[in-house]
């Protein structure tokens, strides 16, 4: 399965950013799938996680009430809605496909990762 992450881009802080994962070369209807960051000089970290079925999701405490991860295996794409955008979410967004099925944020758990879409946050 190959991924590619799109979306991304400058925002003011307070805007939004909707990003978008698309798969190829095999579905990802039977997988989790989860998004990630990393910031220049830190580890990547969890950001959120939605299940095969779309009907558990999981996040990052910083992402609570601000980020809305979502999937559409019809599409065999999936979506991080990003609002009220600050500085420190400045980084590199990556999804993956989890083989646990749940949404893991346990970065051991993914198995295929995306090159990642810049996301840029100015005060």
């Known amino acids: 399965v190959q991924l590619v992450e799109s979306g991304g881009g400058l925002v003011q802080a307070g805007g939004s950013l909707r990003l978008s994962c698309a798969a190829s070369?095999?579905?990802?209807?039977?997988?989790?799938m989860g998004w990630f960051r990393q910031a220049p000089g830190k580890e990547r970290e969890f950001v959120q996680g939605i299940s095969w079925s779309g009907g558990y999701t999981y996040y990052a405490d910083f992402a609570k009430g601000r980020f809305t991860i979502s999937r559409d295996n019809a599409k065999n794409t999936v979506y991080l809605q990003m609002n009220s955008l600050r500085p420190e979410d400045t980084a590199v967004y990556y999804c993956?496909?989890?083989?646990?099925?749940?949404?893991?944020?346990?970065?051991?758990?993914?198995?295929?990762w995306g090159q990642g879409t810049q996301v840029t946050v100015s005060s």
């Open positions: 070369g095999g579905t990802i209807r039977n997988y989790g």
């Open positions: 993956a496909v989890d083989g646990t099925g749940r949404g893991s944020r346990l970065r051991y758990d993914y198995k295929y």
